[in-house]
């Protein structure tokens, strides 16, 4: 299992996997193919259907310039793909074309070349389970962030520091700004609404909702605008995690040390997730991306309440269990409607799956390793107009008013 750096990537919105993605293999390819003049990029699956929305067309045009670049929306559902977030790059001079080569966005801005390994990153985690890495944890008598510690080295959490950073810093930008989000839908920035409105008659979980969700909207909404924010693990569910993290070092004073001690148990999460099943919601829908974002907040909560690692486990479990089926019908294809409320929705249900799991992790029947296979398979199972396409749901029902 690879380093949990590929899970927390700091970068620009609105989508890792349709923007970061073929952004970095178009610059990959452009540099195996110097002499070439001009770039054609073709696009399928996922990448054809919603890239528009995504500015997929964009990341790849800006990849290449100044050398131009024709970029083809091949939205053919009948056409065999290795992967629904498909790209194939060809290189002409003068013309004629001289290079060709399939790249394919797996999630959480990663990509691989068709035919061929990930290898720029090293397996820095022998272990490839939950139930190892529990195993291990309890012969030693660590805390799953000592785990991280010991796999990857104490510069792992200078790492976290500047990912705490940009975090922070995409949810008090989000709540600087008002206006329409950019994309043609008319959806409004909401988070600073969120955050000073308070109700008439307000309760202390009222108030935990409403501030929890004005952080989650105001990350997710730098996002769905182009800003700059963290993966976790991709950019569509970026505000989750700091949503529940902010809010606990705001009202309850925990320190940085503690939420980078969080963040580094919650990335092991997202790893595990990423290396057994899948985060890209083309692949698996959004179970994949806000179920795993989900996931890591709980773990990462549970982390800084110091709880045991069964009940670590146990949150996580509750997370992913609770979004299974979840589908990815992304209106216009932007990263607007469903996903910003959805990012709300999500942390708060991570704060809930901590609290069940603090009175109910003896009783559990199911582990986090067969959940997160679960999830894969019911990904797998999904009619492919529910895997990030806008060709079911909400996407293919609502019509802008």
Same mark, same amino acid.
């Given at each position: ?28 390819? /452009? =540099?195996?193919?110097?002499?070439? @003049?001009?770039? $054609?990029?073709?696009?399928? *699956? %996922?990448? #054809? ?63 691989? /070349? =068709?035919?061929?390994?990930?290898? @720029?990153?090293? $397996?820095?985690?022998?272990? *490839? %389970?939950? #139930? ?270």
């Amino acid at each position: 299992m690879k380093s949990i750096r590929q899970v927390y990537k700091i970068g620009r919105g609105p989508s890792s996997s349709h923007t970061m993605g073929p952004e970095k293999a178009a610059r990959q390819f /452009a =540099e195996l193919c110097p002499e070439a @003049d001009s770039f $054609e990029a073709r696009l399928y *699956g %996922s990448l #054809a259907k919603t890239g528009k929305g995504h500015k997929t067309d964009c990341a790849i045009a800006n990849a290449f310039s100044p050398r131009p670049v024709k970029v083809i929306f091949n939205t053919d559902s009948q056409i065999e793909l290795p992967h629904q977030n498909t790209m194939d790059f060809e290189g002409l001079k003068n013309g004629k074309s001289i290079l060709k080569k399939r790249y394919l966005s797996i999630g959480g801005g990663d990509i691989i /070349a =068709e035919g061929e390994k990930v290898t @720029d990153e090293p $397996e820095v985690y022998k272990a *490839g %389970s939950f #139930a190892e890495i529990s195993s291990y944890c309890k012969s030693q008598n660590i805390r799953l962030s000592e785990y991280v510690r010991r796999m990857e080295g104490d510069e792992i959490f200078s790492y976290l520091a500047k990912i705490w950073d940009a975090m922070q810093q995409s949810v008090f930008e989000g709540l600087s700004h008002t206006g329409i989000l950019q994309g043609g839908l008319g959806v409004e920035r909401r988070a600073q609404q969120l955050y000073n409105q308070r109700h008439m008659d307000e309760s202390k979980s009222t108030y935990e909702t409403r501030i929890v969700c004005s952080y989650a909207f105001a990350a997710s909404e730098q996002n769905a605008d182009g800003g700059r924010i963290v993966t976790a693990p991709t950019c569509g569910s970026c505000g989750v995690v700091p949503a529940v993290l902010k809010y606990y070092k705001d009202e309850h004073g925990y320190k940085d040390k503690e939420i980078i001690n969080a963040l580094a148990v919650g990335g092991l999460i997202g790893s595990l997730v990423k290396a057994n099943a899948s985060i890209s919601g083309a692949e698996c829908g959004c179970q994949a991306e806000i179920g795993t974002a989900c996931a890591m907040a709980a773990a990462a909560l549970a982390e800084l309440f110091g709880m045991g690692i069964d009940q670590i486990e146990y949150s996580a479990e509750i997370a992913i269990e609770h979004h299974l089926g979840l589908t990815c019908d992304p209106i216009y294809g932007l990263v607007q409607i469903p996903c910003i409320e959805r990012n709300a929705v999500a942390a708060m249900r991570a704060i809930n799956a901590v609290t069940l799991a603090n009175f109910l992790t003896f009783t559990r029947k199911i582990s986090l390793d067969l959940i997160i296979k679960t999830m894969y398979d019911t990904g797998k199972d999904m009619n492919r107009n529910y895997r990030e396409t806008a060709d079911g749901g909400l996407a293919k029902l609502y019509v802008l008013q």
